[in-house]
């Protein structure tokens, strides 16, 4: 099972707690504290900056929202909603699959990036490559879509 923010912050409150799980979720900086969720708190910050740096350093798993790139509704953006993703575009719900969890790392000179049940290279199909994270994200996406 992935771990979450009570995992990795020592001595947590809700607060910090809250904006790592928010990152790990896929939320976007705006989503956690922009309209309509105005936060300046701090522990807040805290936590969803530790995960977006787990995530960078490519030691957690996260949702990545494919919706829009690859959902079949290009002018659409997916937003989480609730316990589910929705899109006003084209007005459908439980858009996220449960291989939009992804973790992202470095190998060698390449990036790639892996789905949840990656075991290793010859036993799974839920990886790609790519020589940015964002090039092995688009790729990932587009091998899942085609699976």
């Not at 990886?127 to 587009?142: L, M, Q, V």
């Amino acid at each position: 099972m992935q771990k979450t923010g009570q995992d990795y912050i020592k001595n947590p409150c809700g607060s910090s707690i809250a904006g790592f799980n928010l990152r790990q979720g896929g939320h976007s900086y705006n989503e956690t504290f922009h309209y309509p969720h105005e936060r300046t708190d701090g522990h807040r910050h805290g936590g969803w900056e530790l995960a977006d740096r787990l995530i960078d350093e490519g030691k957690i798993f996260f949702l990545h929202n494919f919706h829009s790139s690859h959902g079949g509704c290009p002018n659409g953006f997916a937003f989480p909603y609730g316990s589910t993703w929705a899109c006003n575009t084209c007005n459908n719900d439980h858009l996220d699959k449960s291989w939009w969890a992804i973790k992202v790392m470095k190998d060698g000179d390449a990036w790639c990036c892996v789905g949840e049940e990656f075991i290793n290279l010859q036993e799974s199909d839920c990886y790609a490559f790519g020589d940015t994270k964002k090039e092995a994200i688009e790729n990932y996406g587009t091998v899942m879509c085609a699976a």
